[in-house]
């Protein structure tokens, strides 16, 4: 029996929408995952074809070509996403974060100019923190950003983009003044259609192989001193207002995850036997998924609440940072268990519950961290 849907508040009034999520999920995305782990990346009409249904932009205003949504069918998408046990497509870095980077910091001008693209999957867009020898200290980064009259001159490497292959939009984390620390960091936005632009290797991941992960170099690349987000030197403080939502997204797919998880091994279990009868009446296997289920379910509420706080604008970080920590460290551990009770099979890579494994685990790292997240936590004690 699959675990419920959510029932808070946040999400009702979303049943055709999510139906819409679900259909698009299945027919787009499930029958094509072993040829995008192959070629590294999702085809690039899937992203027209999300547009054309409605699935791009779908929280940003309709002014700017997108949905007029809220965060509620953000969640909406990422779980059936992750339900339909994709992680390829890289919409959540597409739609919740970089699309937010520009409806809250670019000028109306570039607002108008950039939106609509994101919203019709013209152009596929990325963000750049991570650098090669910097990871959650982004104080640290070394990509530099120098201002020459109406222009700004970008030099610097970054890696780990995700959509980082087929981008046509970056938001950029420099340093408009390496010597000021935070207060010397801006975003700035490169289109990847400028030059001295270069994308390096798609990366070979344990998981989300088919999702196109690249290095990024930027050799004296020009860009107008518009496509500057804000103003100089507030770069980290926009990164750190705009981190609570990816970490929710984070923890959005880790609940949908974990829940797929337990009702795959709850299926599996019932229909293989060992010993003459199945493996899910072995009180072992009953158990684990017993105490699966309740995590799952303790997750799933914790998450439903802060999703809410999020929606009233009430999300703080240390909120964020606890939801994150919490459902992706208890995915790991209820799919890890998964696996388990599929015995040999559950390390093949042709069942779900391998590729959830794998892909799962980068959860604990990206959008900073556990332990960035134990430190975070601790600072508000």
């Not at 030059?195 to 998981?207: A, C, H, I, P, Q």
């Amino acid at each position: 029996m699959p675990l419920p849907a959510p029932n808070s508040s946040w999400a009702k009034d979303l049943s055709e929408f999510r139906e819409l999520a679900r259909t698009f999920c299945q027919k787009e995305l499930v029958p094509h995952q072993e040829r995008w782990s192959e070629q590294k990346s999702v085809d690039r009409e899937l992203w027209t074809k999300a547009g054309e249904v409605g699935l791009l932009a779908i929280s940003i205003p309709e002014e700017y070509g997108g949905g007029g949504g809220t965060f509620a069918h953000e969640a909406v998408l990422y779980e059936e996403q992750a339900r339909s046990g994709d992680g390829a497509w890289g919409v959540s870095v597409h739609n919740g974060i970089v699309a937010h980077y520009l409806l809250n910091y670019a000028t109306e001008e570039k607002k108008k100019e950039w939106l609509p693209k994101l919203a019709s999957g013209e152009w596929i867009a990325a963000i750049g923190m991570t650098e090669p020898g910097t990871g959650s200290d982004l104080q640290g980064i070394k990509t530099r950003a120098v201002r020459e009259g109406d222009e700004y001159v970008i030099n610097g490497a970054k890696t780990f983009i995700s959509n980082g292959g087929m981008a046509d939009l970056v938001v950029l984390a420099c340093k408009t003044d390496p010597d000021a620390g935070a207060a010397g960091v801006s975003l700035i936005v490169v289109e990847t259609s400028r030059e001295g632009f270069r994308r390096g290797r798609v990366l070979d991941k344990v998981g989300l192989k088919g999702q196109d992960t690249a290095e990024l170099f930027f050799d004296d690349v020009r860009v107008p001193a518009a496509n500057l987000l804000g103003e100089e030197g507030q770069g980290f403080i926009q990164m750190m207002q705009q981190l609570p939502q990816e970490r929710l997204i984070i923890a959005v797919t880790a609940v949908a995850g974990m829940e797929a998880a337990i009702d795959l091994t709850i299926e599996y279990t019932k229909g293989r036997t060992a010993f003459g009868r199945p493996v899910y009446n072995f009180q072992n296997s009953k158990f684990t998924l017993a105490d699966a289920a309740t995590e799952a379910a303790v997750a799933r509420a914790f998450l439903d609440q802060c999703i809410e706080r999020h929606l009233r604008g009430e999300l703080d970080v240390q909120g964020a940072a606890m939801v994150k920590l919490w459902t992706t460290e208890r995915a790991n551990k209820i799919v890890d268990d998964c696996v388990q009770l599929h015995g040999g099979y559950g390390y093949m890579t042709e069942y779900p519950i391998a590729r959830a494994w794998t892909d799962l685990r980068i959860s604990r790292i990206f959008g900073g961290t556990s332990e960035i997240m134990r430190e975070v936590i601790s600072r508000t004690l």
